[in-house]
């Protein structure tokens, strides 16, 4: 497959083989919980050198944890970034990067089609510190080009939007922000590593929200920020003075590890990296499974009358189509979402599915649905949902790993109402 061309072992092998950065003293064949708040050091000198990042050892489970680290290391060999920083959550990751990137003058440039809270950070959280956020098209280039300027921090979009399912052209937006040098930040959680390279498309800093494919089946809530070591920093306003740092991380990153992640404190505690290290050995497995289904789904429900419209990008109904088929080799993911007539006629719907769980969340192995405009946008006013796209008859489904004839008779058995 072509995502592996520059590593000898294909995905699966590569993750599960992967070594620890240091031998365990009693050969443990997982990486231990290392639960501990902090470790200890034989002398003040060795305590000073260690918080003095002279050595490559842990002080305080707050910046640094030996099971954190083997977590970051396995993402590090699945997605080829140059660094990896894990954190508490995928918002965690989102806001961290924004606080190292962003000042009060600078703006995003971003679609309005985002996560809920992803749109409520840059549009309510961000702008009470001075930062503007930019809404624009992202099917049409010129606009991005357009509203970059010197005051731009950064392009941020997310891989395919949900609940739109609309793909920005990445490699044409990267030709974009390298020649405005921007960084291109992309929240990649839609479709994981073992189906989509961020590195090869061009993204500088990818976003994952580690809760829905990596933990392995809805295990636990964290974050990972990966830096693939592509933008220049110099051209940063804000980071070009710390450019060199005498590490082999980039300026943003040692941003982020040395001052914001330390400062903000949304860590990624052991036990989540141990539950998430154990969900990467499954990925691809659980990733092939649930996105065949997704993918077999989408189309049973685009043959049925009660269905209005089916949002899958490998549909020949969708305008992305042909993007998707550039971007994602095998499939893009386990999500869909569908429109029935009316919004009662959904709720008619959602309740009564025996087998699928009214649920929010994301690629769990468990099948989910959700009525988007009454929950996670729920809390919006009428104008803000325009804004950003939310229709309420529509309904998006998150394909498990249950057997694909009994989600079919269980969606067959609902719509008949
Ligand atoms: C879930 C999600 C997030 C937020 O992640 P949390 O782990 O819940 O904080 C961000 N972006 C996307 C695309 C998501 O699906």
């Not at 590593?7 to 365990?24: H, L, W």
């Not at 505690?269 to 990925?283: F, H, K, P, V």
């Not at 088929?325 to 008619?348: E, I, V």
């Amino acid at each position: 497959m072509e995502l592996e061309d520059c590593q000898s072992e294909k995905f699966a092998t590569r993750i599960i083989g992967a070594k620890f950065k240091k031998e365990d003293a009693h050969g443990a064949i997982s990486m231990p919980i290392y639960r501990n708040a902090a470790f200890e050091y034989p002398s003040s000198e060795a305590i000073a050198n260690a918080f003095q990042n002279k050595t490559d050892s842990h002080t305080y489970s707050r910046i640094s944890n030996p099971t954190v680290e083997n977590l970051e290391l396995r993402m590090k060999i699945a997605s080829g970034a140059e660094s990896v920083m894990a954190v508490s959550s995928g918002m965690a990751s989102i806001s961290n990067t924004f606080m190292a990137l962003a000042y009060a003058g600078s703006n995003i440039v971003t679609s309005p089609h985002l996560f809920g809270n992803t749109f409520s950070l840059f549009q309510f959280t961000l702008a009470e510190f001075g930062v503007e956020v930019r809404f624009v098209n992202t099917d049409n280039l010129s606009e991005i080009e357009a509203a970059i300027d010197e005051n731009t921090c950064a392009f941020f979009c997310e891989l395919i939007t949900n609940p739109h399912m609309e793909i920005a052209d990445l490699p044409k937006i990267a030709a974009i922000t390298k020649a405005k040098g921007v960084p291109l930040i992309v929240d990649t959680t839609i479709v994981p590593w073992c189906g989509f390279s961020a590195k090869k498309h061009g993204v500088d800093i990818e976003i994952v929200s580690t809760t829905k494919y990596i933990s392995g089946g809805a295990t636990s809530v964290g974050g990972a920020i990966l830096d693939y070591g592509t933008f220049d920093w110099s051209k940063s306003k804000k980071l070009a003075k710390a450019v060199s740092n005498n590490t082999s991380m980039s300026a943003f990153m040692y941003k982020i590890k040395r001052e914001i992640a330390r400062n903000i404190g949304a860590c990624m505690d052991s036990e989540t990296a141990s539950l998430q290290a154990l969900g990467m050995e499954s990925l691809e497995l659980r990733f092939e499974r649930m996105s065949q289904s997704a993918y077999y789904l989408a189309l049973y429900l685009s043959e049925n009358s009660k269905v209005k419209r089916v949002g899958y990008t490998k549909l020949e109904s969708s305008p992305y189509k042909k993007i998707s088929d550039q971007l994602f080799p095998s499939n893009p993911g386990a999500m869909l979402t569908f429109n029935l007539a009316t919004k009662q006629d959904c709720y008619r719907f959602m309740d009564r599915l025996k087998v699928i769980h009214r649920a929010t969340n994301l690629f769990d192995n468990k099948t989910l649905i959700i009525h988007p405009e009454s929950t996670i946008y729920g809390t919006f006013t009428p104008e803000m949902k325009q804004v950003m796209g939310i229709e309420d008859n529509l309904l998006r489904l998150s394909v498990g790993i249950e057997d694909v004839e009994d989600l079919k008779k269980d969606i067959l058995q609902a719509l008949a109402f």
